[in-house]
């Protein structure tokens, strides 16, 4: 290829058309459990229900509704992902390496939002959600306490008591909240695969008898749980219109070039550099509609 100026435009604008294709064919699963906002700050403020409302006969004067609310300020961070070509490789017509590579490159920034949201259920064990407490933890409600975080390894029983806590929620004035009434997602690591398959995934059971759970949730394996988060696992009700997590985005994904054979890195490294540019955040809304458990017990 000539490296006149025409030509290294020309080969931007492809490969970023080739990049954010890539990116839109990837599917995330971050939009199963995270509430996605848009901000036009720097910082996006929410409000948090501690209740939820609910419908009476009207008698009388209508009934006001006090519901505690809790402001969430959600600061965005500066994200960035950049990648080379050389530049021999470009004057060499090797475009299909390049392609390829900048497709791999698509796939990898498009699975980060993935691994935010993965990051905040890994974190919710010790880190505050809207409520104080911790995400993961002991929430007070009204006269009572609830538990919507365990160390149970994976079990059939232990999928079984973690689905019907969770199912028992109520409001503090005893109103059942009912969540986790449609099929909720069983995210899991790889190591823990087959065992959330066997429990709600196939119909017969290895002793012969048909699956009482079987379909009771969807699994979902999480590429980060691995490692010393391998016995990690969570059941999220992701099928209601609030989310347990949020997902903020400030700006679309801006695409960055340098190919200007005169500039300073250009002439440095004698390779091309593009890269994509985002601000976003993440944060914790409502502990009542996930539950995990490190599967640290026994």
Do not use: C
């Amino acid at each position: 290829m000539l490296l006149n100026r025409e030509n290294l435009n020309a080969l931007s604008r492809s490969l970023r058309a080739l990049v954010f294709q890539a990116r839109e064919e990837y599917r995330p699963f971050w939009n199963r459990i995270a509430l996605e906002s848009r901000t036009e700050g720097r910082v996006g403020v929410y409000t948090w229900l501690e209740d939820f409302p609910t419908m009476r006969e009207w008698k009388g004067e209508r009934q006001v509704q006090n519901l505690s609310l809790k402001t969430i300020n959600l600061e965005n961070a500066d994200w960035e992902m950049t990648f080379a070509i050389a530049r021999k490789d470009v004057e060499d017509d090797l475009l299909d390496q390049v392609g390829a590579n900048a497709r791999e490159y698509a796939f990898r920034w498009a699975q980060h939002d993935d691994y935010l949201v993965t990051q905040l259920l890994l974190k919710g064990f010790s880190a505050q959600g809207p409520d104080g407490a911790n995400f993961f933890g002991t929430h007070r409600v009204g006269k009572k306490n609830y538990q919507n975080a365990g160390t149970n390894p994976l079990t059939r029983e232990s999928f079984r008591a973690a689905l019907a806590g969770m199912r028992s929620l109520q409001d503090s004035r005893g109103y059942p909240l009912g969540f986790f009434l449609d099929r909720p997602l069983l995210i899991v690591g790889p190591q823990l695969a087959p065992t959330a398959t066997e429990i709600v995934g196939v119909q017969t059971l290895p002793s012969g008898g048909a699956n009482p759970d079987y379909g009771a949730a969807e699994v979902v394996v999480n590429p980060w749980l691995v490692d010393s988060y391998a016995s990690y696992w969570f059941l999220v009700d992701g099928s209601r219109p609030i989310k347990p997590l949020i997902l903020q985005r400030r700006m679309d994904p801006e695409w960055v070039a340098k190919t200007d054979p005169e500039d300073d890195h250009v002439f440095r490294h004698n390779e091309f550099v593009f890269g994509v540019y985002e601000r976003k955040a993440v944060g914790y809304l409502y502990w009542q509609l996930a539950y995990g458990s490190t599967g640290a017990g026994s």
